[in-house]
């Protein structure tokens, strides 16, 4: 499990972090991701981005609960 807590809308540093999660999980192809963010005016718009990032990269996740990455 991979919990990135307010990591901003930079496209790499998330995208890393679920990389991790997906290569110290080993055998299994796939990775549960937590993605926590406040309420605040830019955690808000920096979330809205990474799920657009997520959309366009075709991870399945949904709002207001954990998500689970699939690996090539």
């Not at 718009?45 to 997520?54: A, D, L």
Request: charged share 30%.
């Amino acid at each position: 499990r991979v919990i990135l807590i307010d990591v901003g809308k930079n496209e790499t540093w998330f995208i890393q972090g679920i990389g991790r999660g997906l290569r110290l999980n080993g055998d299994d192809n796939f990775c549960e991701v937590v993605d926590i963010s406040s309420t605040t005016h830019y955690a808000n718009k920096h979330r809205k981005e990474r799920e657009k990032t997520y959309k366009r990269l075709n991870y399945p996740f949904s709002k207001g609960k954990t998500i689970e990455i699939m690996g090539e």
